[in-house]
């Protein structure tokens, strides 16, 4: 049988969930909060639906919620998206991105992805015709604004950017705000912004939308989500923003997608993002969360830099094991209980680092637990072989 995407793996995280499963382990792996979401939005969400909004809601989404997206990005960044025809409500973030990419993607065109990268980027720019031309990140997970430059061509379509980033937990300075404006000025470059952990952002650091900076802004289609901001991911309500003329082109294939997003959950955000309490302290509960779980490694030999953003921290496992990443992620789940996620499934390019990502969205027994079966599996490994790696 034919393949539109031969040799695609299962995803990591669906791998790594499954071994936590299997084994019993603690789930630190999948990115999703395992915590409830505010009882007002589900009273909300309750209300609406015996309101009776239960049926289609328009194509572009409910009027109110863009309304409110409108009022937010303005409020944020300084950057007013008329509702009307430079916002549209998504399922989610991850629609967002395949339908820009099915929209704006022709085949041959060339795509430039700063890898690591989330693991939709890639397959959905081939399934589109595309050509993916992946430059990693420095050895310090900064971007290499010389490369870039070097790899742009006549046939290079878009950009694709992700800051605060998953899987990494870094984000954009304005150096890097300065370098992007620089290398598309003057080209007819998009620019895919993925900044669904927007609000997410640490140690006194402001998020740098392409929203804030008008050339930027002109020729980029920017894709956040409530889901990470609201700890309600399955609902699957997300939205783009962008020139008019692109949320045109971006509608004639959304409405051939899905069309219609949920209903009753668009009505309850507009409602909530009437108080922008709602989001505006989240910063600060994923930077508790983020300094709880690196204090029980702070004096370990498992290195760390502290995340700038998003719900995920990376640590460097080198001075324990000489094991590839994966290898060594299923040691943890299988014998410390504790399922992470390698880095290298984020790369195509190859990646030999010694590096995990953990997912600090839990309740914060489950972070001690899961770290302390860690720490408990790597002194007991030292101290049965000391001086050599976990292996």
């Known amino acids: 049988m034919r393949s539109k995407l031969p040799g695609a793996p299962t995803s990591i995280f669906a ?33 609406n639906m015996r309101q009776g909004n239960n049926q289609y809601a328009p194509m572009p989404g409910v009027e109110p919620l863009r309304e409110e997206i409108s009022v937010k990005i303005k409020r944020d960044y300084g950057k007013f998206y008329n509702p009307e025809t430079e916002i549209n409500i998504t399922a989610g973030a991850t629609q967002a991105l395949f339908t820009a990419f099915n929209t704006f993607v022709f085949p041959g065109d060339e795509v430039i992805v700063i890898e690591p990268a989330y693991d939709s980027y890639i397959p959905s720019i081939i ?23 070097s790899a742009i061509t006549p046939k290079t379509r878009m950009i694709v950017i992700n800051s605060p980033h ?24 998009l620019i895919l912004s993925d900044e669904v952990y927007e609000h ?13 900076y008008p050339e930027l802004a002109d020729r980029s289609l920017v894709i956040s989500s409530f889901g990470k901001t609201f700890h309600a991911t399955g609902w699957k309500v997300g939205y783009i923003a ?14 051939f997608t899905v069309f219609a997003v949920n209903t009753p959950a668009q009505m309850s955000y507009s409602q909530f993002l009437k108080n922008p309490e709602n989001y505006l302290h989240l910063n600060e509960f994923y930077q508790n969360k983020r300094d709880f779980l690196n204090s029980f490694f702070t004096n370990t030999k498992l290195k760390f830099t502290p995340a700038e953003g998003t719900y995920f921290q990376i640590f460097d496992y080198s001075e324990y094991s000489d094991e590839d990443d994966f290898t060594f992620s ?38 001690k637990e899961g770290a302390e079966r860690v720490l408990e599996y790597l002194r007991t490994s030292e101290l049965q072989n000391p001086g050599t790696s976990v292996t």
């Open 166 to 189: 998953n899987p990494l937990g870094t984000t954009f300075h304005e150096e890097d705000i300065t370098a992007l404006t620089e290398i598309t000025r003057g080209t007819d470059i």
């Open 330 to 367: 299923k040691r943890l789940t299988a014998q410390a209980g504790t399922a992470v996620i390698p880095l290298s499934p984020f790369y195509t390019v190859d990646y030999s680092g010694k590096k995990i990502r953990v997912c600090f969205a839990k309740k914060n027994e489950i972070l």
């Open 200 to 212: 997410i952002i640490f140690d006194g650091k402001t998020h740098l939308s392409m929203a804030k």
């Open 15 to 47: 791998v790594m969930s499954g071994l936590a499963r299997e084994h019993n382990a603690i789930n630190l792996s999948q990115g999703f909060p395992d915590f409830d979401l505010s009882p007002e939005l589900i009273e909300l969400m309750d209300k």
């Open 242 to 255: 962008g020139p008019a003329k692109y949320i045109a082109e971006f509608r004639k294939i959304h409405q």
């Open 127 to 149: 399934l589109n015709g595309g050509k993916p031309v992946p430059i990693p990140l420095t050895e310090n997970f900064r971007y290499d604004w010389d490369q870039i430059r």
